[in-house]
């Protein structure tokens, strides 16, 4: 009569169901609960408040934010400006986590100390106390705008932000462009020719620097050609603020700081791992055909590290864009902010909201991790 | 010419020249190995003899401990009274004084409890153990009350306190939830894995910020309007329910390397689902994923922070309750580095644990 229990078929399928009853269980009380509780708040359900009126200051570089904008427009604001903040600060934090994790292998014994405390100073302080300390420690502390750090009469910095001059495009700007990708695709064909020779003739090509003079000097060379088509805008100060130019508020670049900053010591443990675990004999191999140091770093170790540096990247990455929801902490208007907070509240449709931002975050990790997937595929090796 | 003083093979062993070994050779090679490392060096060398003493007249020498206002502090250097002055709330919160006992007891007996699992060598371990996994429940009676002590309401804990509890406590829950989810995502019964694979993947690609706005405002909405939970209580959830994901990933890297062989083997003995897991499989790949463990026990340390978002005062949020108040105004940069330096301590040390676990395993693989 028992036996029953024992039959493995029996238990699976009835520990499945129990799992499916309890959750169904589970969702429709909630369910329940919800369309109760959202009846007596008065609050009805749907997507049509994205149409209404938002009636707050939400700043962003790209497009004209003004009160009279919709909600929908808020969650545009903070998608593109968490989607700046985290490209910008994946760039920073890549080329800043390189170089520590290189430096922290120095021969030097000062210098990989030093970087050693730094790695480490940086990475075990939580990632909020980096922003806070860079935006209350570091940016507000700055002078005013009156008495602004004044670069070469161009940059300004002040507790107001970064102020640049901004460029003004005239009729000739276009062959500057056009230039500019002219020499990109020149050098695409450069770099498959060289390549080609290398491997045909065992020659190397100076392909660096090559790339170098026709990337940056062909366009630098049409702008004095066309007759310097491009103006710059100064920042002025105008009252207690700069007027002109382009602006980098204090919220944004302590946020870009702090993410930079704290995920770059977490690249440069990643780094070092990758570096140190590529097996002795390659270097001496290497060692032994006579090549030159750098030659070593880039035919022999870099490939081979970069195949256990790929992975755990990918998730500083993911790492990186979910952290740059501490936004809210700095006043930031990032999608956390915009979508999450200011409309959550004033709308009271809590359900909508924060199904929005999550399936965001969820929509923009797996676009990261399916790019970084990509370039594994690249990196790893390739066996017959 | 004393060259021929020695036969062939006779030749005593002479000590190098001094400027070859040594203290000489060990400088010339670390730090003056080539021009550009001795530019280095000297700029280095430079800098840190020309900051290094301003930055400690700053922190110690001419700073003021001991001040009530910001306005006495007059000595040029860190005024460090912001700290000191209220010291307890750094510590407890609003935790009521009288009570202060309770929470050190507990931190008293947390140490008790990490005892046995710290060091393996200890005698009575098994006892000690038990002891270990009953902690969380003695440690949030002593801390909320009630069963004849007199209750404390979770506001009112704050400070060190409230950061460790939710650490604590958030590290005492995820690894068994973590464990089963692990386990759930490797079943063979599908409704099992997907619900499992599915709960991971959605919470590892949200940031911890969104749970704990859904923690905070939807989950009011989801329970009927009468019933309140603590949001102490509400927030443990979410941290738990966030790091456990993550811990559910690691422990399911270690189950990944443990070789088929064993899993059949311990099919073969005839041991159940349960047993197998428990006395063959689970001991080895938690073995084998410790070092991975303790990391994300470091990055949920370090995310307990985010409870200052929805209006928590953990240390964080003391201090910059401290910095709000007019007498102390404008003295973030002594209590955020005060506050940076207790998260380093902590965390660091979990890291160089991590370490040494990771070394002593490795050892006793070879």
């Given at each position: 009569m028992f036996d029953i229990f024992y039959n493995k078929k029996f238990r699976s399928i009835a520990s499945q169901f129990t799992l499916i009853l309890f959750l169904v269980v589970v969702f429709y009380y909630f369910i329940n609960n919800a369309i109760i509780n959202l009846d007596r708040l008065g609050i009805t359900s749907g997507?049509?408040?994205?149409?209404?009126?938002?009636?707050y200051d939400a700043y962003s570089p790209f497009f004209k934010f003004t009160s009279d904008s919709l909600h929908i427009d808020a969650y545009f604001v903070g998608l593109l400006n968490t989607l700046s903040v985290s490209i910008l600060g994946i760039f920073i934090a890549t080329i800043l986590g390189f170089i520590m994790g290189v430096l922290r292998l120095s021969n030097n014994w000062l210098v990989s100390k030093l970087v050693y405390l730094v790695v480490e100073f940086k990475r075990n302080v939580p990632v909020l106390i980096w922003i806070i300390i860079w935006y209350f420690g570091v940016f507000l502390q700055l002078p005013s705008a009156k008495k602004a750090i004044n670069i070469n009469d161009s940059i300004f910095i002040s507790n107001r932000g970064l102020y640049f001059p901004s460029p003004v495009f005239s009729e000739g700007a276009i062959a500057i462009l056009i230039a500019f990708i002219g020499a990109i695709i020149i050098n695409f064909f450069y770099v498959k020719r060289a390549k080609k020779i290398h491997i045909k003739t065992g020659k190397q090509s100076p392909i660096f620097l090559v790339s170098l003079l026709l990337i940056i000097g062909l366009p630098v060379v049409t702008y004095f050609v066309t007759n310097q088509p491009i103006e710059w805008v100064i920042p002025e100060l105008k009252g207690f603020n700069f007027k002109g130019g382009m602006a980098l508020k204090p919220e944004f670049v302590a946020l870009l700081m702090g993410l930079a900053v704290y995920t770059s010591a977490h690249i440069a443990e990643i780094v070092r791992a990758g570096i140190l675990s590529v097996p002795k004999g390659q270097i001496e191999a290497g060692m032994s055909f006579n090549i030159t140091r750098n030659q070593m770093m880039k035919m022999v170790v870099i490939p081979q590290a970069l195949r256990l540096i790929i992975p755990p990247l990918t998730s500083q990455y993911l790492n990186l864009m979910k952290n740059s929801s501490l936004a809210v902490a700095v006043g930031y208007m990032d999608l956390t902010a915009t979508t999450g907070g200011i409309t959550l509240n004033q709308t009271g449709q809590a359900i909508e909201c924060i199904l929005m931002i999550m399936g965001t975050y969820l929509l923009l990790s797996l676009l990261i991790s399916a790019i970084m997937n990509y370039v594994n595929k690249k990196v790893q090796l390739v066996e017959r | 010419m004393n060259k021929l003083q020695y036969k062939i093979g006779e030749h005593p062993n002479l000590p190098a020249p001094k400027t070859q070994g040594g203290i000489f050779k060990a400088i010339r090679n670390n730090l003056f190995s080539t021009w550009y490392d001795s530019i280095i060096t000297i700029i280095l060398i430079y800098l840190l003899l020309s900051y290094l003493p301003m930055a400690l007249d700053w922190l110690f020498f001419s700073a003021d401990f001991?001040?009530?206002?910001?306005?006495?502090?007059?000595?040029?250097?860190?005024?460090w009274g912001v700290i000191t002055a209220r010291f307890p709330q750094y510590l407890?919160?609003?935790?009521?004084p009288e009570l202060y006992w309770r929470p050190n007891l507990a931190s008293l007996l947390l140490l008790v409890a990490l005892a046995p699992i710290l060091y393996s060598k200890i005698s009575y371990r098994k006892y000690f153990l038990m002891f270990s996994i009953t902690y969380p429940l003695i440690a949030f009676w002593l801390l909320w009350g009630g069963f004849g002590l007199v209750p404390v309401e979770s506001e009112k804990m704050g400070g060190l306190l409230l950061t460790l509890t939710l650490g604590v406590m958030g590290i005492a829950l995820s690894l068994p939830i973590g464990i089963l989810l692990a386990l759930g995502r490797r079943s063979k019964m599908p409704a099992i894995r997907l619900f499992s694979t599915i709960f991971i993947e959605l919470i590892r690609g949200v940031p911890m910020i969104t749970l704990l706005f859904m923690a905070t405002v939807l989950l009011p909405l989801f329970l009927p309007s009468d019933v309140i939970i603590d949001q102490l209580i509400r927030v443990i959830f979410i941290i738990v329910i966030f790091a456990s994901a993550y811990m559910a990933e690691v422990i399911r890297g270690g189950l990944q390397s443990i070789r088929k062989g064993q899993y059949e083997a311990s099919d073969v003995m005839g041991l159940s689902y349960w047993q197998s897991m428990s006395l063959i499989i689970l001991p080895q790949a938690l073995k084998i994923s410790i070092p991975g463990i303790v990391n994300s026990f470091i990055s949920l340390f370090k995310d307990t922070t985010l409870v200052i978002i929805v209006g928590m005062f953990d240390l964080l949020g003391v201090g910059r309750a401290a910095l709000s108040n007019r007498e102390w105004i404008g003295l973030a940069n002594e209590v955020y580095m005060f506050i940076a330096i207790v998260f380093f301590v902590f965390c660091y040390l979990m890291s160089r644990y991590s370490l040494h676990l990771e070394r002593r395993l490795s050892r006793s693989y070879k």
């Amino acid at each position: 009569m028992f036996d029953i229990f024992y039959n493995k078929k029996f238990r699976s399928i009835a520990s499945q169901f129990t799992l499916i009853l309890f959750l169904v269980v589970v969702f429709y009380y909630f369910i329940n609960n919800a369309i109760i509780n959202l009846d007596r708040l008065g609050i009805t359900s749907g997507f049509d408040f994205l149409f209404s009126r938002a009636g707050y200051d939400a700043y962003s570089p790209f497009f004209k934010f003004t009160s009279d904008s919709l909600h929908i427009d808020a969650y545009f604001v903070g998608l593109l400006n968490t989607l700046s903040v985290s490209i910008l600060g994946i760039f920073i934090a890549t080329i800043l986590g390189f170089i520590m994790g290189v430096l922290r292998l120095s021969n030097n014994w000062l210098v990989s100390k030093l970087v050693y405390l730094v790695v480490e100073f940086k990475r075990n302080v939580p990632v909020l106390i980096w922003i806070i300390i860079w935006y209350f420690g570091v940016f507000l502390q700055l002078p005013s705008a009156k008495k602004a750090i004044n670069i070469n009469d161009s940059i300004f910095i002040s507790n107001r932000g970064l102020y640049f001059p901004s460029p003004v495009f005239s009729e000739g700007a276009i062959a500057i462009l056009i230039a500019f990708i002219g020499a990109i695709i020149i050098n695409f064909f450069y770099v498959k020719r060289a390549k080609k020779i290398h491997i045909k003739t065992g020659k190397q090509s100076p392909i660096f620097l090559v790339s170098l003079l026709l990337i940056i000097g062909l366009p630098v060379v049409t702008y004095f050609v066309t007759n310097q088509p491009i103006e710059w805008v100064i920042p002025e100060l105008k009252g207690f603020n700069f007027k002109g130019g382009m602006a980098l508020k204090p919220e944004f670049v302590a946020l870009l700081m702090g993410l930079a900053v704290y995920t770059s010591a977490h690249i440069a443990e990643i780094v070092r791992a990758g570096i140190l675990s590529v097996p002795k004999g390659q270097i001496e191999a290497g060692m032994s055909f006579n090549i030159t140091r750098n030659q070593m770093m880039k035919m022999v170790v870099i490939p081979q590290a970069l195949r256990l540096i790929i992975p755990p990247l990918t998730s500083q990455y993911l790492n990186l864009m979910k952290n740059s929801s501490l936004a809210v902490a700095v006043g930031y208007m990032d999608l956390t902010a915009t979508t999450g907070g200011i409309t959550l509240n004033q709308t009271g449709q809590a359900i909508e909201c924060i199904l929005m931002i999550m399936g965001t975050y969820l929509l923009l990790s797996l676009l990261i991790s399916a790019i970084m997937n990509y370039v594994n595929k690249k990196v790893q090796l390739v066996e017959r | 010419m004393n060259k021929l003083q020695y036969k062939i093979g006779e030749h005593p062993n002479l000590p190098a020249p001094k400027t070859q070994g040594g203290i000489f050779k060990a400088i010339r090679n670390n730090l003056f190995s080539t021009w550009y490392d001795s530019i280095i060096t000297i700029i280095l060398i430079y800098l840190l003899l020309s900051y290094l003493p301003m930055a400690l007249d700053w922190l110690f020498f001419s700073a003021d401990f001991f001040v009530d206002k910001r306005s006495q502090c007059t000595s040029g250097g860190a005024c460090w009274g912001v700290i000191t002055a209220r010291f307890p709330q750094y510590l407890y919160g609003f935790y009521p004084p009288e009570l202060y006992w309770r929470p050190n007891l507990a931190s008293l007996l947390l140490l008790v409890a990490l005892a046995p699992i710290l060091y393996s060598k200890i005698s009575y371990r098994k006892y000690f153990l038990m002891f270990s996994i009953t902690y969380p429940l003695i440690a949030f009676w002593l801390l909320w009350g009630g069963f004849g002590l007199v209750p404390v309401e979770s506001e009112k804990m704050g400070g060190l306190l409230l950061t460790l509890t939710l650490g604590v406590m958030g590290i005492a829950l995820s690894l068994p939830i973590g464990i089963l989810l692990a386990l759930g995502r490797r079943s063979k019964m599908p409704a099992i894995r997907l619900f499992s694979t599915i709960f991971i993947e959605l919470i590892r690609g949200v940031p911890m910020i969104t749970l704990l706005f859904m923690a905070t405002v939807l989950l009011p909405l989801f329970l009927p309007s009468d019933v309140i939970i603590d949001q102490l209580i509400r927030v443990i959830f979410i941290i738990v329910i966030f790091a456990s994901a993550y811990m559910a990933e690691v422990i399911r890297g270690g189950l990944q390397s443990i070789r088929k062989g064993q899993y059949e083997a311990s099919d073969v003995m005839g041991l159940s689902y349960w047993q197998s897991m428990s006395l063959i499989i689970l001991p080895q790949a938690l073995k084998i994923s410790i070092p991975g463990i303790v990391n994300s026990f470091i990055s949920l340390f370090k995310d307990t922070t985010l409870v200052i978002i929805v209006g928590m005062f953990d240390l964080l949020g003391v201090g910059r309750a401290a910095l709000s108040n007019r007498e102390w105004i404008g003295l973030a940069n002594e209590v955020y580095m005060f506050i940076a330096i207790v998260f380093f301590v902590f965390c660091y040390l979990m890291s160089r644990y991590s370490l040494h676990l990771e070394r002593r395993l490795s050892r006793s693989y070879k």
